[in-house]
């Protein structure tokens, strides 16, 4: 059963603490992104990468950090240096050189 | 200027209306255009795409591009309570461009 998994589906931080999001995907899809949604903002780009070993910076990359060891996975690190990290964030992956792009099921984070 | 621009709504119908749903952007390199229905708490999932101007229908669904005025629509005819969710448009330029979102707009259909 092909898609885009995410875990956990919930997360709560304390302040200081830097936490990990996980992404997975068994698409054979080149590409992966990260993207956080916040009410009456729509979805803003985070990191996102082409290959695996290689990734760029979305518009709003500060406090954030990734990596893409594997092609089928691509983790988000929310550092401390986030300072409002409240947010759904959300993954999404699409075949090289094809438009559209599929999302994964979300992760909230919630900072007490 | 944003790139897209979205009528967050709320949008209320009875059931059985036909909905029309809009987004405008301002880059005239955008090719590829989406729709997607988010319900609360979910991740996006994919209804229409399409490349280019022109109309695609799938069912209930129909997405209209229009490059022209650089405007999108998606209608959907026959309106069900299901339907009650937030619609995203989205468009892109190509190959290894980024994905330019509108905010959403928020449909309730009434039974």
């Known amino acids: 059963d092909g898609g885009i998994t995410q875990s956990p589906k919930y997360l709560f931080r304390k302040e200081g603490q830097n936490v990990t999001l996980s992404c997975e995907q068994n698409?054979?899809?080149?590409?992966m992104y990260w993207y956080r949604q916040d009410p009456g903002q729509g979805l803003r780009l985070i990191y996102y990468s082409q290959i695996v070993n290689d990734f760029q910076k979305g518009d709003i990359a500060e406090g954030y950090s990734v990596s893409r060891e594997k092609k089928e996975s691509f983790p988000l690190t929310v550092t401390s240096a986030q300072k409002n990290p409240t947010a759904f964030y959300l993954c999404?992956?699409?075949?090289?050189?094809?438009?559209?792009?599929?999302f994964g099921p979300g992760t909230r984070l919630t900072v007490l | 200027q944003k790139e897209v621009e979205q009528d967050p709504g709320p949008l209320s119908v009875p059931e059985g209306a036909i909905v029309s749903l809009n987004c405008t952007y301002s880059n005239s390199a955008f090719q590829y255009f989406m729709w997607y229905r988010q319900y609360s708490r979910k991740g996006p999932e994919l209804l229409m795409y399409?490349?280019?101007?022109g109309n695609k229908e799938d069912g209930r669904f129909t997405a209209q591009v229009d490059k022209s005025s650089k405007y999108i629509s998606l209608f959907i005819r026959d309106s069900q309570p299901s339907d009650s969710a937030t619609y995203l448009c989205a468009m892109s330029a190509g190959t290894g461009n980024q994905f330019y979102f509108g905010t959403g707009t928020s449909l309730t259909v009434i039974p």
């Open positions: 999404a992956s699409r075949l090289a050189g094809v438009g559209e792009q599929f």
């Open positions: 698409l054979n899809h080149d590409a």
């Open positions: 399409t490349y280019s101007s």
